[in-house]
């Protein structure tokens, strides 16, 4: 019996990998809201986590401290907290300037992270769900189907870009090598409560910060992109479970195209800053200028819907911000 | 001026890296003959290397310990050894398996090593020949020409594979925003006095090792090849630093394409081995099947030449070998 056959229909056992990420976060607040048996792992201690050399002081831990580019300790996390019949690997270094300026670390985590991930899985079967990236669609001009992919040579333009196409292509080759059982998501621009600033966030989390925090941000002309509140993504992702496809790729993002100006109108409109925080430039270099995404496959198969506005979604991620950094 | 302008037309300033492997080594001694200045870095501490902390006791030292997947170590050598004319940048974890096996060093070595070159070169301007592969154009069924990654969308089959493409996306990239000037060589299959035998060197060096051991080897069917021998690789090689264009891609290669039974052949021939040592296997998973090259391009900018047949080249390899291992 293969081991993603271990629970039932109903408790599932899932490992989330990058747990105490934006995303990672949300998808475990969810899947256990489901019911599920979900552990997590990511980088830093938690009050809930494994003592694996030493006694675990909280009844059930369900939070393990791993780097995930290191295959003993990830290794571990599987034979002390698992089987699992699924793991989520959000675990990543994110972004397209943070995988510049942290090279060395982009690399371990995102290349070698996910071949451990893949190693675990050829030896214990688990179902592997991989969150890739739109980078990896590069500077494609239309429309971004799942399978543009496939037909059109595409050139990732940065760094973290490719670190996600490899790992699409280690899924792949490891699947047609050892019959692994694995779906990629590819999220576009996702946004929300959970998101804690860095200069390296979306850039909705940054408008809405520097608004929030009356510091200037800039705005690149001639950009677009979608965007997709956190909880919208996070069902989505959570549904893969219930209809899991091996083989499939999956876009998860928005349906309607803003431009980044509206963008930045938008967060003006919730946080009250003034218009003189705004300086507007020329495009960014080798950065994609418009990013529409099919997402009917995600609609079909997974359910996925956007049923957030971008000024509803952004007003409520003010106001969690507003909370969270201690802004009247 | 560029520092790429420094030398005068004659005597040249270069830096190999992976200067101890089997390219590396030859092409040092072909630039050396040349008259230039090579300095040479690689993973293990020699006889005419550098004492970056203490007394360095040879009167020239042409030779530093570095390590490229270490950003201080190579800068450390360009800042000691430097400013160069031309980096040939050879350092690199080597073959599908190899990669597959070590993976780790894979990606450190490769896509963070090379990354930290490009860094460097951005800030120093040498001009940059970065050594790819074959590999890059995956199961590519036709002809290679240098033009196919840019007309058609190819998956490669392993990480090595990946990490080469990876390196020309990032080398790319790179001339796109800060102009360095790069050019890229793609090496086929290449063999000769020098290789020294492990299980993940070239096809021709292992069966060649076991021949000469009197140990089994397999036979993989309906894969073929081209084989260059390292002389006229690295003579190729070196001519790229007499005839830089910015921003091209050459493959380097054989023209005779063989099957690796016809190889196999061959070598019982040139080792008196025993037939019985050779075991036919079929097709190998995820390893491209048959490999030709368009050789036109490195013909006609670098004066690219086979010259020795596939009998000849292996002849001499086994005398080299014989030689070295001390087999009669």
């Known amino acids: 019996m293969?081991?993603?056959?271990?629970?039932?229909?109903?408790?599932m056992r899932i490992l989330v990998t990058g747990g105490m990420g934006t995303v990672g976060a949300g998808l475990i607040a969810e899947l256990r809201g489901?019911?599920?048996?979900?552990?997590?792992?990511?980088?830093?201690?938690?009050?809930?986590?494994?003592?694996?050399s030493l006694r675990t002081d909280v009844e059930v831990p369900l939070y393990a401290r791993c780097?995930?580019?290191?295959?003993?300790?990830?290794?571990?996390?599987?034979?002390?907290?698992?089987?699992?019949?699924?793991?989520?690997?959000?675990?990543?270094?994110?972004?397209?300037?943070?995988?510049?300026?942290?090279y060395e670390s982009l690399w371990r985590t995102n290349a070698v992270g996910t071949k451990n991930m893949?190693?675990?899985?050829?030896?214990?079967?688990?179902?592997?769900?991989h969150f890739s990236s739109s980078e990896v669609y590069g500077d494609w001009p239309d429309l971004m189907v799942e399978t543009v992919m496939e037909e059109y040579e595409i050139k990732q333009l940065n760094?973290?870009?490719?670190?996600?196409?490899?790992?699409?292509?280690q899924i792949r080759n490891a699947t047609a090598q050892y019959g692994t059982e694995s779906v990629v998501v590819r999220l576009f621009n996702t946004?929300?409560?959970?998101?804690?600033?860095?200069p390296y966030r979306s850039v909705n989390c940054r408008f809405l910060y520097c608004a929030l925090n009356e510091l200037p941000w800039s705005v690149f002309r001639g950009h677009s992109r979608t965007s997709t509140y956190l909880v919208d993504t996070v069902r989505t992702l959570a549904n893969i479970a219930n209809n899991f496809k091996p083989g499939e790729t999956y876009n998860i993002g928005g349906v309607d195209v803003h431009s980044i100006?509206?963008?930045?109108?938008?967060?003006?409109?919730?946080?009250?800053?003034?218009p003189s925080l705004v300086e507007h430039r020329d495009s960014e270099i080798l950065t994609t200028l418009v990013k529409r995404v099919d997402i009917s496959k995600s609609v079909r198969d997974l359910d996925h819907k956007n049923s957030y506005g971008l000024e509803e979604g952004m007003r409520l991620t003010a106001n969690w911000m507003r909370r969270v950094y201690g802004l009247v």
Not at 2 to 11: F, L, T
Not at 159 to 169: C, F, G, H, I, Q
Request: charged content about 25%.
């Open 191 to 198: 946004y929300g409560p959970g998101e804690y600033y860095s």
């Open 118 to 129: 893949i190693r675990l899985q050829i030896a214990d079967g688990f179902r592997l769900i």
């Open 261 to 274: 100006e509206e963008l930045s109108d938008i967060v003006l409109k919730v946080s009250g800053a003034s």
């Open 159 to 169: 760094d973290y870009a490719m670190t996600k196409w490899v790992n699409e292509m």
């Open 67 to 102: 780097d995930v580019g290191e295959f003993r300790q990830i290794e571990r996390v599987i034979e002390r907290c698992g089987p699992f019949d699924y793991v989520y690997h959000c675990a990543a270094e994110f972004g397209r300037w943070n995988g510049e300026d942290f």
């Open 2 to 11: 293969p081991k993603s056959m271990r629970a039932g229909a109903g408790e």
């Open 34 to 52: 489901r019911g599920h048996h979900v552990v997590s792992c990511d980088l830093h201690h938690q009050p809930d986590e494994v003592g694996f």
